[in-house]
Nanobody
């Protein structure tokens, strides 16, 4: 299993970034995809989820209306469009693939990508 995350970096408050997470080594279309983030000194927190077919999304309250998660199953890639970024959005962002089986939950994590909002 491998993930290649891209699109992070430094952006000014109010700016936008689009994160990508390209996956390989598993059946991407059978997994829900999620973005988490972890700020310095804080616990990792859930940001958004897109279900297997891409037709259902969910967001944590503090990103609703600013962040948008999507996926392209033909490209085995999940995206996170982040608009109107704030300094408190500064964190390492991780993608995660997961699905529930009879034996329990299976999940795979990306390596993380830094997003810094400062100006």
């Amino acid at each position: 299993v491998q993930f290649v995350e891209s699109g992070g970096g430094l952006v000014q408050p109010g700016g936008s970034l689009r994160l990508s997470c390209a996956a390989s080594g598993f059946n991407f279309g059978n997994y829900a995809m999620t973005w988490f983030r972890q700020a310095p000194g804080k616990e990792r927190e859930w940001v958004a989820t897109v279900e297997k077919a891409g037709d259902t999304t969910n967001y944590v309250d503090f990103v609703k209306g600013r962040f948008f998660i999507s996926r392209d199953n033909a490209k085995n890639t999940v995206y996170l469009q982040m608009n109107n970024l704030k300094p408190e959005d500064t964190a390492v962002y991780y993608c995660k693939a997961w699905r529930q089986t009879i034996a329990g939950e299976i999940d795979y994590w990306g390596q993380g990508i830094q997003v810094t909002v400062s100006g």
